[in-house]
């Protein structure tokens, strides 16, 4: 393992982290969608990834990584169009709406199925990261912030429904600034 240790965090090496993240998100859409998502990138910023203004996310679950002296979020995000299509395809329904509960159970349940896997290997490697529930986030070209110059990871995959991202920020609470 190529972790470095500094303040009592771990920092995970950029590409361990990027396999994890993949075969997470692979893993679970394999088991409970019966396909695989394809990467078409993965960068160090959302925004460089989404690129296209058609892609910008709609709908988000995001959930907490958390431990002493440090924290973090995984997050998944679709766009309007991209998160229907999914939906109806499994529940074969028509769904008009982002803000169908459908939808949203399901984007969470996406979120922590994912995040427990990719919780679930860095603990193997070190950590000590605890539970946490999901949250969703619903708006237009919404973001999720972070501090700049906090550690982050975004993969961007494509399915037969559309895109979808894929996102890991980090940050030390200590590293702070407060208003």
Request: aromatic fraction near 8%; charged fraction near 25%; charge should be negative.
């Amino acid at each position: 393992m190529t972790n470095t240790k500094t303040k009592d965090v771990l920092y995970c090496d950029e590409k361990e982290l990027l396999e994890i993240m993949e075969d997470s998100v692979r893993a679970t859409f394999q088991s409970f969608l019966g396909f695989k998502p394809e990467v078409i990138q993965a960068v160090r910023d959302r925004k460089e990834a989404l690129g296209e203004k058609s892609d910008a996310p709609t709908i988000s679950g995001s959930v907490a990584f958390l431990q002493k002296n440090f924290e973090g979020t995984l997050s998944i995000s679709f766009n309007r169009e991209s998160a229907i299509q999914l939906f109806q395809v499994i529940y074969q329904e028509e769904i008009n709406s982002v803000d169908d509960n459908r939808v949203v159970e399901g984007i969470a349940e996406l979120a922590n199925i994912i995040h427990g896997m990719v919780k679930e290997n860095l603990n193997l490697r070190g950590y000590d990261y605890k539970m946490c529930l999901p949250v969703v986030i619903i708006g237009k070209n919404h973001a999720i912030f972070h501090d700049k110059n906090s550690p982050g990871l975004s993969v961007l995959f494509k399915t037969q429904f559309g895109k979808f991202s894929v996102e890991v920020l980090s940050q030390d609470p200590a590293a702070k600034d407060v208003a």
